[in-house]
């Protein structure tokens, strides 16, 4: 039977920093179920000299960050990262641009709840399972409608694109399940004055900007870079999905069973035995398989369940549109769209399902979740990247490229009050995490259900003789990073480094 000191399984950031960490010196395998190397980054070349990252997208801060600190010796960052602040354009549903100073107030409005709700974390008189929507439902319309010189309907449609951002950047399904004890959210601040918010008492802002973006190629230099540090390709095995992993009394070793997948949809299964194991996938992977691939280990169920199944976990996605040229505002890098008027909000989905000669009923709420429309910078090729979060983000993955791009063009293109014919995109491409099911979603939240020790009990590694036998890394371990790169790249150093100090004893 094939043996090893360590596998490594999941090749994603926190996989590869765990890999680095080793280092050549320490007999381990990389164990991927997909057939790339990133885990939720994945760059994708949407067209010529055009790379889109259909996951992960940014850097959140500078300093202190690994992160950064890697991709700018690479120098793949953007010179232009966060250059937007006055390059935003919003239009309400009949094509009138809204004021920027009523936007900038109706900002500040929501900053002030955000400073209130940071200012709740520890409140005891707060019910655990109280949500953002909760609070929000409870304060914002009432304080907009008090702040701004604004018709209802401009209030509603305010509301809506802040609901819609929040579900985009905490990657929830709803906001009734991010928890405002132990949550502050992200607001997409760095559209504005690149402020940003984070988790109460927990998640760590590093100074900085926000958001960094990258030159085209996207984090591909980066996954390159990490990947450079294993020393040959016979330590990572691609396409195999670990299915059981059981502890051996005896031996004190694990017995690893293995599911090779290849391109001809044939299995093959391999079991190895090794010392220790370090495991790296998603939290939504875990979810969906954690009970079945330990089912032998009873302890180590007792230990995780509880906390894999507090943590949030859901999707969101995104929709890259390639065009022959742009039809836009150069000057605008960032485009909102305020839904004001429903009736024509109602028109609008009527006219593209008789268009797409379908009487789907999702369509509706895929278009109402469409309000931000960001303009690729790192490519000279014009771009558009639609997000959506919530229910739509799942919708869409049923939809096909050429189905869900006609329905962002079609909406642009209403907005803007220009004929969609002229326009058309000759490229999309979107993601489908959910549909992964080696992802299952996008990054980890804190859910009205989440507790302030389920993360520790998350990485806790699993020691059935006394030595730490199982680890655990991933972003949705990291104490004060989860849900990004630099959290999901630093709980792979944390357990590697845990790793090297329990073999050198």
């Not at 885990?39 to 990252?53: F, W």
């Not at 985009?168 to 601040?189: T, W």
């Not at 009990?457 to 949705?476: C, H, M, N, V």
């Amino acid at each position: 039977m094939e043996y090893c000191k360590v596998i490594i399984v999941g090749g994603g950031v926190a996989g590869l920093g765990a890999a680095k960490t080793l280092g050549p010196n320490v007999n381990y395998l990389l164990i991927e179920a997909q057939d790339y190397l990133g885990g939720r980054i994945l760059t994708i070349d949407a067209a010529e000299n055009v790379a889109v990252d259909v996951g992960a997208q940014f850097i959140h801060g500078k300093e202190k960050n690994i992160l950064y600190e890697i991709c700018e010796q690479l120098s793949c960052i953007s010179d232009d990262s966060n250059n937007i602040e006055n390059g935003v354009l919003v239009i309400l549903s009949d094509g009138t641009k809204l004021d920027p100073e009523i936007m900038q107030k109706a900002r500040l409005v929501w900053e002030d709840i955000v400073e209130e709700a940071q200012a709740k974390f520890g409140d005891t008189t707060i019910p655990a399972h109280y949500s953002l929507a909760d609070y929000l439902q409870k304060h914002l319309k009432e304080r907009l409608l008090s702040s701004l010189s604004c018709s209802d309907n401009i209030i509603d449609g305010l509301i809506d694109y802040f609901n819609s951002s929040e579900l985009i950047e905490n990657g929830c399904l709803s906001l009734s399940d991010l928890s405002l004890i132990g949550k502050v959210y992200n607001f997409q601040s760095y559209i504005y004055a690149c402020l940003y918010y984070s988790e109460y008492g927990s998640f760590e802002y590093l100074d900085g900007e926000d958001e960094y973006e990258f030159k085209n190629g996207g984090y591909r230099p980066f996954i390159s870079y990490m990947k450079s540090f294993i020393p040959d390709d016979n330590r990572i095995r691609l396409n195999s999905e670990v299915i059981r992993v059981k502890y051996l009394e005896d031996s004190h070793q694990l017995l690893v069973h293995i599911r090779h997948h290849n391109k001809t949809n044939e299995e093959k299964i391999s079991t190895i035995l090794c010392d220790h194991m370090i495991w790296t996938s998603s939290l939504g992977y875990l979810k969906e398989n954690f009970s079945s691939i330990f089912s032998n280990e009873i302890e180590l169920i007792e230990q995780k369940q509880t906390a894999i199944n507090n943590l949030g976990f859901d999707t969101i996605n995104k929709i890259a549109m390639v065009y022959e040229k742009s039809f836009w505002p150069e000057e605008n890098h960032l485009i909102i769209l305020l839904h004001t008027q429903k009736q024509k909000l109602l028109a609008l989905v009527e006219s593209l399902k008789a268009l797409l000669n379908t009487k789907e009923t999702d369509i509706q709420t895929i278009i109402e979740a469409i309000h931000m429309y960001e303009a690729l910078s790192s490519t000279e090729v014009p771009v558009l990247i639609c997000w959506f979060g919530g229910p739509a983000a799942l919708l869409l993955e049923n939809l096909s490229e050429k189905v869900i791009g006609q329905i962002c063009h079609e909406v642009l293109c209403s907005y803007l009050n220009i004929s969609s014919e002229l326009n058309q995109p000759k490229h999309v491409l979107k993601s489908e995490w959910y549909k992964n099911r080696f992802v299952r979603g996008s990054y980890s939240y804190c859910s009205t259900k989440s507790r302030t020790k389920d993360r520790e009990q998350l990485r806790t590694g699993y020691a059935p003789d006394g030595i730490p036998r199982i680890q655990f890394a991933g972003e949705a371990t990291h104490a004060k990073f989860y849900a990004t790169v630099h959290g999901a790249l630093e709980s792979g150093i944390r357990e590697g480094t845990e790793l090297l100090s329990i073999i050198n004893k």
